[in-house]
Protein backbone atom coordinates (compact mmCIF):
# COMPACT_ATOMS: atom_id res chain seq x y z
CA UNK A 1 0.00 0.00 0.00
CA UNK A 2 1.07 3.60 -0.72
CA UNK A 3 2.39 5.66 1.96
CA UNK A 4 1.36 9.00 2.02
CA UNK A 5 1.06 11.89 4.98
CA UNK A 6 -2.75 11.01 5.23
CA UNK A 7 -2.31 7.33 6.04
CA UNK A 8 0.74 8.40 8.87
CA UNK A 9 -2.23 10.18 10.24
CA UNK A 10 -4.21 7.37 10.44
CA UNK A 11 -1.66 5.03 11.89
CA UNK A 12 -1.39 7.68 14.77
CA UNK A 13 -5.32 7.85 15.54
CA UNK A 14 -5.04 3.86 14.91
CA UNK A 15 -2.10 3.27 17.18
CA UNK A 16 -0.36 1.38 14.20
CA UNK A 17 3.72 2.13 14.73
CA UNK A 18 5.21 4.13 11.51
CA UNK A 19 8.83 3.31 10.68
CA UNK A 20 11.45 4.94 9.23
CA UNK A 21 14.44 4.65 8.07
CA UNK A 22 17.39 6.39 6.48
CA UNK A 23 18.39 5.76 3.04
CA UNK A 24 20.80 7.45 0.39
CA UNK A 25 20.98 5.18 -2.72
CA UNK A 26 18.58 3.64 -5.07
CA UNK A 27 19.65 -0.40 -4.28
CA UNK A 28 18.99 -0.03 -0.28
CA UNK A 29 15.34 2.02 -0.91
CA UNK A 30 14.32 -0.47 -3.33
CA UNK A 31 15.35 -3.20 -0.46
CA UNK A 32 13.56 -1.05 2.04
CA UNK A 33 10.87 -0.43 -0.11
CA UNK A 34 10.16 -4.20 -0.46
CA UNK A 35 10.40 -4.81 3.07
CA UNK A 36 7.45 -2.91 3.72
CA UNK A 37 8.78 0.39 5.63
CA UNK A 38 6.49 3.34 5.67
CA UNK A 39 8.86 6.00 5.17
CA UNK A 40 12.25 6.46 3.71
CA UNK A 41 14.02 9.22 4.82
CA UNK A 42 17.13 10.99 2.63
CA UNK A 43 18.48 12.52 5.70
CA UNK A 44 21.94 14.70 5.72
CA UNK A 45 23.08 12.16 7.85
CA UNK A 46 24.08 11.47 4.31
CA UNK A 47 27.35 13.85 5.38
CA UNK A 48 28.58 11.52 7.53
CA UNK A 49 27.88 7.56 6.69
CA UNK A 50 28.01 7.85 3.14
CA UNK A 51 30.69 11.10 2.36
CA UNK A 52 32.50 11.11 5.10
CA UNK A 53 32.04 14.12 6.44
CA UNK A 54 32.58 14.61 10.13
CA UNK A 55 29.05 16.68 10.64
CA UNK A 56 25.87 17.28 8.59
CA UNK A 57 26.66 20.94 8.01
CA UNK A 58 29.09 20.43 4.73
CA UNK A 59 26.11 18.89 2.93
CA UNK A 60 24.75 20.69 -0.32
CA UNK A 61 21.75 21.04 -1.80
CA UNK A 62 23.21 19.48 -4.57
CA UNK A 63 24.74 16.43 -2.73
CA UNK A 64 20.67 15.93 -1.04
CA UNK A 65 19.44 16.48 -4.66
CA UNK A 66 21.46 13.51 -6.30
CA UNK A 67 20.70 11.18 -3.12
CA UNK A 68 17.03 11.42 -3.10
CA UNK A 69 17.03 11.46 -7.04
CA UNK A 70 18.12 7.94 -6.58
CA UNK A 71 16.28 6.49 -3.36
CA UNK A 72 13.11 7.54 -5.10
CA UNK A 73 14.17 5.87 -8.26
CA UNK A 74 14.20 2.68 -5.73
CA UNK A 75 11.24 3.41 -4.14
CA UNK A 76 7.43 2.37 -4.71
CA UNK A 77 5.31 2.39 -1.52
CA UNK A 78 6.97 4.55 1.21
CA UNK A 79 6.98 8.13 1.82
CA UNK A 80 10.43 9.49 0.37
CA UNK A 81 11.21 12.27 3.39
CA UNK A 82 14.73 14.47 2.01
CA UNK A 83 15.99 16.69 4.74
CA UNK A 84 16.77 20.35 3.63
CA UNK A 85 20.43 20.85 4.67
CA UNK A 86 22.06 23.30 6.85
CA UNK A 87 21.79 27.21 5.38
CA UNK A 88 19.45 25.84 2.88
CA UNK A 89 16.72 27.16 5.23
CA UNK A 90 17.71 29.67 7.81
CA UNK A 91 18.55 32.52 5.79
CA UNK A 92 15.11 34.07 4.26
CA UNK A 93 11.53 32.39 3.93
CA UNK A 94 12.04 32.63 0.00
CA UNK A 95 14.81 30.49 0.05
CA UNK A 96 13.52 27.94 2.57
CA UNK A 97 10.45 27.56 0.08
CA UNK A 98 12.63 27.39 -3.13
CA UNK A 99 15.17 24.82 -1.97
CA UNK A 100 12.12 22.89 -0.70
CA UNK A 101 10.56 22.75 -4.23
CA UNK A 102 14.19 21.53 -5.38
CA UNK A 103 13.67 17.97 -3.70
CA UNK A 104 10.55 17.59 -4.84
CA UNK A 105 10.99 18.52 -8.50
CA UNK A 106 14.30 17.26 -8.61
CA UNK A 107 15.17 14.80 -6.36
CA UNK A 108 11.52 13.47 -6.57
CA UNK A 109 11.17 13.23 -2.74
CA UNK A 110 7.51 13.45 -1.82
CA UNK A 111 8.13 15.69 1.42
CA UNK A 112 10.87 17.60 3.20
CA UNK A 113 11.99 17.93 6.29
CA UNK A 114 13.60 20.47 8.60
CA UNK A 115 15.47 21.07 11.73
CA UNK A 116 14.25 23.80 14.71
CA UNK A 117 11.12 25.21 16.62
CA UNK A 118 9.35 28.13 16.54
CA UNK A 119 12.57 30.24 14.46
CA UNK A 120 11.48 28.14 11.64
CA UNK A 121 7.32 28.60 11.75
CA UNK A 122 7.71 30.87 9.00
CA UNK A 123 9.70 28.50 6.77
CA UNK A 124 7.42 25.56 7.75
CA UNK A 125 3.96 27.88 6.82
CA UNK A 126 5.18 29.10 3.55
CA UNK A 127 6.63 25.65 2.49
CA UNK A 128 3.18 23.58 3.23
CA UNK A 129 1.58 26.88 1.72
CA UNK A 130 3.72 26.09 -1.66
CA UNK A 131 1.69 22.52 -0.93
CA UNK A 132 4.94 20.41 0.10
CA UNK A 133 4.66 18.97 3.29
CA UNK A 134 7.20 19.49 6.10
CA UNK A 135 8.23 16.92 8.91
CA UNK A 136 9.79 18.96 11.53
CA UNK A 137 12.64 17.94 14.39
CA UNK A 138 13.24 18.71 17.48
CA UNK A 139 15.50 17.60 20.32
CA UNK A 140 18.92 17.17 19.07
CA UNK A 141 18.61 18.97 15.94
CA UNK A 142 22.35 17.88 14.38
CA UNK A 143 23.07 21.11 12.25
CA UNK A 144 22.89 23.11 15.60
CA UNK A 145 25.41 20.64 17.18
CA UNK A 146 28.07 23.89 17.86
CA UNK A 147 25.20 25.58 19.79
CA UNK A 148 23.98 23.08 21.39
CA UNK A 149 27.76 22.01 22.58
CA UNK A 150 27.92 18.70 20.99
CA UNK A 151 25.72 15.71 20.45
CA UNK A 152 23.65 15.46 23.64
CA UNK A 153 20.83 14.49 25.17
CA UNK A 154 17.84 17.58 24.99
CA UNK A 155 15.27 18.35 27.53
CA UNK A 156 16.31 17.20 30.58
CA UNK A 157 15.80 20.71 32.68
CA UNK A 158 12.75 22.05 33.35
CA UNK A 159 13.17 25.34 30.83
CA UNK A 160 14.56 22.72 27.99
CA UNK A 161 11.42 20.53 28.84
CA UNK A 162 9.22 23.73 28.50
CA UNK A 163 10.97 24.97 25.05
CA UNK A 164 10.25 21.43 23.79
CA UNK A 165 6.82 21.36 24.18
CA UNK A 166 6.59 24.75 22.70
CA UNK A 167 8.20 24.09 19.93
CA UNK A 168 6.58 20.82 19.02
CA UNK A 169 2.90 22.89 19.57
CA UNK A 170 4.58 25.46 17.18
CA UNK A 171 5.33 23.02 14.41
CA UNK A 172 1.87 21.55 14.59
CA UNK A 173 0.14 24.92 14.54
CA UNK A 174 2.34 26.07 11.38
CA UNK A 175 1.28 23.41 9.34
CA UNK A 176 3.90 20.37 9.91
CA UNK A 177 2.57 17.01 9.15
CA UNK A 178 4.91 15.27 11.56
CA UNK A 179 7.84 15.75 14.14
CA UNK A 180 11.36 13.78 14.46
CA UNK A 181 11.79 13.75 18.29
CA UNK A 182 15.94 13.35 18.50
CA UNK A 183 17.44 12.53 21.74
CA UNK A 184 14.71 13.58 24.68
CA UNK A 185 13.81 11.79 27.37
CA UNK A 186 11.01 8.98 26.71
CA UNK A 187 8.29 10.11 29.40
CA UNK A 188 9.05 13.46 27.95
CA UNK A 189 8.52 12.21 24.22
CA UNK A 190 5.34 9.83 25.05
CA UNK A 191 3.36 13.13 27.19
CA UNK A 192 3.66 15.46 23.93
CA UNK A 193 3.14 12.66 21.46
CA UNK A 194 -0.27 12.37 23.82
CA UNK A 195 -0.80 15.98 22.90
CA UNK A 196 -0.11 15.91 19.48
CA UNK A 197 -2.42 15.55 16.28
CA UNK A 198 0.57 15.03 14.03
CA UNK A 199 2.64 11.72 14.38
CA UNK A 200 5.96 11.98 16.23
CA UNK A 201 8.32 9.48 14.94
CA UNK A 202 11.24 8.95 17.34
CA UNK A 203 15.22 8.43 17.67
CA UNK A 204 16.44 8.05 20.83
CA UNK A 205 13.18 9.05 22.37
CA UNK A 206 11.68 5.47 23.76
CA UNK A 207 8.59 3.79 22.32
CA UNK A 208 5.81 6.02 23.59
CA UNK A 209 6.41 7.91 19.87
CA UNK A 210 3.92 7.40 17.29
CA UNK A 211 6.99 5.56 15.38
CA UNK A 212 10.59 5.29 15.10
CA UNK A 213 13.65 6.28 12.69
CA UNK A 214 17.08 4.58 12.58
CA UNK A 215 20.10 5.54 10.45
CA UNK A 216 20.33 1.94 8.57
CA UNK A 217 24.35 2.13 8.75
CA UNK A 218 23.44 2.03 12.48
CA UNK A 219 20.91 -0.92 12.75
CA UNK A 220 23.31 -3.24 10.64
CA UNK A 221 26.35 -2.46 12.01
CA UNK A 222 27.95 -1.15 9.40
CA UNK A 223 29.31 2.48 10.39
CA UNK A 224 32.18 0.86 12.67
CA UNK A 225 31.77 3.03 15.29
CA UNK A 226 30.33 2.41 18.65
CA UNK A 227 26.94 2.53 18.64
CA UNK A 228 24.74 5.73 20.52
CA UNK A 229 22.45 4.16 23.80
CA UNK A 230 19.53 5.09 21.34
CA UNK A 231 20.95 2.07 18.66
CA UNK A 232 20.04 -1.15 18.50
CA UNK A 233 22.26 -3.46 16.26
CA UNK A 234 19.68 -5.54 13.98
CA UNK A 235 22.06 -7.41 12.37
CA UNK A 236 26.48 -7.42 11.95
CA UNK A 237 26.16 -6.68 7.95
CA UNK A 238 29.41 -4.86 8.03
CA UNK A 239 31.47 -7.95 9.60
CA UNK A 240 29.13 -9.51 6.88
CA UNK A 241 30.11 -7.34 4.08
CA UNK A 242 34.11 -8.16 5.47
CA UNK A 243 34.48 -11.38 5.90
CA UNK A 244 32.97 -11.30 1.94
CA UNK A 245 35.65 -9.34 0.99
CA UNK A 246 38.06 -10.94 2.41
CA UNK A 247 36.65 -14.87 0.63
CA UNK A 248 37.22 -12.48 -2.27
CA UNK A 249 40.26 -11.79 -1.95
CA UNK A 250 41.55 -15.21 -0.92
CA UNK A 251 39.83 -16.97 -3.72
CA UNK A 252 40.77 -14.20 -5.78
CA UNK A 253 44.52 -14.72 -5.27
CA UNK A 254 44.32 -18.42 -4.68
CA UNK A 255 42.40 -19.00 -8.47
CA UNK A 256 39.11 -20.51 -6.80
CA UNK A 257 37.38 -17.40 -8.42
CA UNK A 258 36.33 -17.26 -10.80
CA UNK A 259 35.29 -21.04 -11.17
CA UNK A 260 33.44 -23.07 -14.64
CA UNK A 261 29.86 -22.05 -13.52
CA UNK A 262 31.51 -18.15 -13.31
CA UNK A 263 33.01 -19.03 -16.94
CA UNK A 264 31.54 -18.87 -20.53
CA UNK A 265 32.63 -20.96 -23.23
CA UNK A 266 33.62 -21.57 -26.47
CA UNK A 267 34.61 -24.27 -28.84
CA UNK A 268 38.27 -25.73 -28.71
CA UNK A 269 37.79 -25.64 -32.65
CA UNK A 270 36.94 -22.17 -33.06
CA UNK A 271 39.93 -21.15 -30.56
CA UNK A 272 42.35 -23.15 -32.44
CA UNK A 273 41.10 -21.80 -35.63
CA UNK A 274 42.11 -18.47 -34.98
CA UNK A 275 44.98 -19.24 -33.15
CA UNK A 276 46.80 -20.56 -36.22
CA UNK A 277 45.90 -17.49 -38.00
CA UNK A 278 47.32 -15.58 -35.91
CA UNK A 279 50.73 -18.19 -36.15
CA UNK A 280 50.46 -17.99 -39.63
CA UNK A 281 50.68 -13.78 -39.71
CA UNK A 282 46.83 -13.71 -41.32
CA UNK A 283 46.00 -11.57 -38.16
CA UNK A 284 47.10 -8.45 -36.71
CA UNK A 285 50.41 -8.25 -35.79
CA UNK A 286 51.94 -6.68 -32.12
CA UNK A 287 53.75 -3.71 -32.21
CA UNK A 288 55.91 -5.07 -29.66
CA UNK A 289 56.80 -7.96 -31.89
O1 LIG B 1 19.66 12.97 8.90
C1 LIG B 1 19.12 12.05 9.54
O2 LIG B 1 19.43 10.86 9.37
C2 LIG B 1 18.10 12.40 10.51
C3 LIG B 1 17.60 11.31 11.41
C4 LIG B 1 18.60 11.05 12.47
C5 LIG B 1 16.27 11.62 11.98
O3 LIG B 1 17.69 13.52 10.58
Redesign the pocket.
Known sequence: MKNTILTLEQKKREGDKITML?AYDYSTAKLMDESGVNCI?V????GNVMLGYDS?LPVTMEEMIHHAKAVSRGTKNALVVA?LPFMSYQVTVAEAVRNAGRLIKEGGAHTV?LEGGKEVCPQIRAITQASIPVMA?LGLT?QSVHSLGGYKVQGRETDAARKLLEDALAVEEAGAFSV?F?CIPAALATWITGLLHIPT?G?GAGNGCDGQ?L?YQDMLAMYGNTPAKFVKQFAAVGDIMKDAFRAYIQETKNGAFPAQEHTYKIDDATVNAVKREYEEGGLGVRKDG
Open positions: TLGDSLTDKHPVEIIVV
